[in-house]
């Protein structure tokens, strides 16, 4: 049945109330002081926005209102409530374009983009983008999807590894984090995926720039 505006609109102003009900100060002003800054923040807590979400099915025009809100609570609940099936390649890298924060990648990457049929090549294409918060979702995503199954051939695993690599020694804090994160997870795989890695670092940690170093001493201790 296809919701009628009153409807959705009612049903946007139930979630609001529940959130204001749910809210709490001093999380989210321990979240601005983490950096962690949005227009609207209600600081409710993770378990209790799964819990409202819980209250409804996926649905799509929900899930796509709730996005537009400029709310974190509200954009947690988005990726949470968008069906994958409706869930189209442009409107996918409509959101990746409007995330700003680190919170909602994460969280975003966890409740729907690693579940796309097309999480794959999207993923490899948001890696390759000079938009930070683009490349962390791609990496975010890559390090989904490895932990699930992620076969790749190796033409695919050259790509990773030289995007990764160059986006640690260059990127910024998140990038890095999130590129060292995808690393990992794939040298988590098996032995040969280690070798590689370790043979592509080998070298660094004689390196003159620091950034170098840092990710000769990172891999080698996902080995050890």
């Known amino acids: 049945m296809i919701d009628t505006k009153e409807q959705l609109h009612q049903r946007l102003k139930d979630i609001k109330t529940q959130l204001r009900l749910s809210m709490n100060g001093a999380v989210s002003q321990s979240m601005r002081e983490k950096g962690l800054v949005y227009k609207l923040n209600f600081g409710v807590e993770l378990p209790r926005i799964k819990g409202i979400a819980a209250g409804y099915e996926k649905d799509h025009s929900l899930a796509q209102s709730l ?23 442009e409107i996918a890298d409509i959101w990746v374009e ?4 680190i919170e909602i990648a994460e969280l975003t990457c966890m409740n729907l983009f690693q579940h796309l049929p097309y999480a794959p090549a999207k993923s490899f294409h948001w890696i390759a983008s000079e938009d930070e918060y683009t490349q962390v979702c791609g990496f975010l995503t890559i390090a989904r999807l490895l932990m699930k199954k992620g076969d ?9 590894l030289d995007q990764a690599i160059t986006a640690f020694l260059s990127g910024s804090y998140h990038v890095r ?30 390196s003159s720039s620091d950034v170098e170093q840092l990710l000769y001493n990172l891999v080698k201790e996902e080995v050890c």
């Open 67 to 89: 996005w537009k809100e400029d709310i974190r609570e509200c954009k947690i609940l988005a990726g949470l409530l968008q069906p994958v099936e409706s869930f189209l390649p």
């Open 98 to 101: 409007d995330i700003r924060n």
């Open 152 to 160: 790749m051939n190796e033409r695919v695993e050259n790509e990773f």
């Open 177 to 206: 984090n999130a590129a060292m994160t995808a690393i990992r997870r794939f040298m988590q795989q098996n032995e040969e995926n280690s070798f590689q890695v370790c043979r592509r670092v080998e070298g660094m940690d004689n």
